[in-house]
């Protein structure tokens, strides 16, 4: 395996960064998971803007251009002969003291860019519906740190889903701190009650699967809603799902114990799977080996 690092591509063993990366010592930084089909990057170019404005946000300048990061995803994948794949781009701000101060890291970010197969949830989830719940942990209050950006500190969401495999699920609704519903550990959440979609507006992240199926949603002329969901409000919709770039899109068929319509995945999740399978094949940036 090639891993990117810093413009070049190295052995596995050999790609390693300093224990004095303040990406280790404090999570300092910024990722994006990405997913490549039939040598196509999936929305690429967005992936790389939320990439972007989270190291706007953490003033990280990785001296890379947009086109020279994108450039760098597609050469890495190449290397590794990777069709279909799953891409992890990390920008750590880099070397500093054991400070917290961010001016004394005076070397530049380390770009980390790693190209590798996906693993999925069992494929009889997609078949059946997957069983969530709602944890204790709540999502990080956007005046703390913002659920919308992609930060290396994922402790908030590693919290919840202990608390979901603890007890048993593999996915858990987070909930805002005024107690609506925010999302899950690594997924959106969507629920559609007649003939609306709805999914969380903020304290969420921005995901790049969200987006792809409000987009797919209201081409099917199905009425779209952001904005605050409860959780009476998912027990009570007639179907429910989850997407993300790892899992793309998850029936889910309980949660909390309340079975969500007729307990088995609904119509309207499985159009909409189909459309996003559709897309995966003509949206993104083609590249030959
Ligand atoms: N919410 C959160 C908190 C995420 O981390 C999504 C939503 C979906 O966004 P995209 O852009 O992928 O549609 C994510 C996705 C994992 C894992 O192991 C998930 C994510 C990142 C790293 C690992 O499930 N992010």
Redesign the pocket.
Known sequence: MKIYLNGKLVEKQDARVSVFDHGFLYGDGAFE?IRSYGSRVFRLDQHIDRLYETMHTLMIDPGMTKKQMSDAVVVTLRANKIKDGYIRLIVSRGDGDLGLDPRKCLGRPNVIIIADKITLYPAELYQKGMEIITVPTAKNSPNALN?QL?SLNYLN?ILAKMEASLSGYNEAIMLEQNGYVG??????VFIYKDGVLSTPHLG??K????AAILELALKMKIKVFEGYITRHEVYNANECFL?????ELIPIVKVDGRVIGNGKPGLVTKKLLDAFHQLTKKDGVKYDM
Do not use: M, V, W, Y
Not at 183 to 188: A, K, L
Not at 207 to 210: F, K, L, Q, V
């Open positions: 998971g659920p992609k969401n999302e899950c550990t690594g997924d959106n969420r992240l995901g790049i699967t969200c997407t993300g770039t790892a899992a």
